[in-house]
């Protein structure tokens, strides 16, 4: 049983994406945005209402997904300066060629999900846990 079964999608991306391509887009995001703000990747908590200053664990190289066409999922670890983990959600979309971060959202904070995934006429959408 996958470690995390609340997550979209269970396929495998296809040829064109390998699991590797998608999880270093994601490092590399990751990377540059965290070298522009001090070595920390910053993200707004709508639930706190501030923004939380973390460092990444791993991109989950399981639960990488294709969710539509040319739009992909994954997920990682992340650990707040407080010494929080967090479960971030991202959004990659392949455009000319390209994989390109889209959307990230905060989907877990110490293992206690804030939102489910549920399938709805093969479309995955988030909803209040």
């Known amino acids: 049983m996958p470690e995390?079964?609340?997550?979209?999608?269970?396929?495998h991306p296809g040829k064109e994406i390998s699991l590797d391509n998608l999880a270093k887009t994601i490092e590399d995001f990751v990377k540059m945005d965290s070298e522009l703000k001090g070595g920390y990747?910053?993200?707004?908590?709508?639930?706190?209402?501030?923004?939380l200053a973390l460092k990444l664990q791993r991109v989950h190289k399981d639960r990488?997904?294709?969710v539509s066409e040319n739009k992909y999922f994954a997920y990682?670890?992340?650990m707040s300066v407080k010494g929080k983990l967090y479960?971030?959600?991202?959004?990659?979309?392949?455009?000319?060629?390209?994989?390109?971060?889209?959307?990230?959202?905060?989907?877990?904070?110490?293992?206690?999900p804030r939102y489910n995934w549920v399938e709805e006429g093969?479309?995955?959408?988030k909803v209040k846990s």
């Open 41 to 51: 990747f910053l993200i707004y908590d709508t639930a706190t209402n501030k923004p």
């Open 64 to 66: 990488l997904s294709k």
């Open 122 to 125: 093969g479309i995955w959408k």
């Open 87 to 112: 479960d971030l959600d991202f959004f990659v979309e392949s455009m000319h060629d390209q994989l390109k971060v889209t959307e990230i959202s905060i989907h877990k904070e110490l293992g206690v």
């Open 76 to 78: 990682a670890d992340f």
């Open 4 to 11: 995390h079964p609340e997550h979209p999608g269970r396929e």
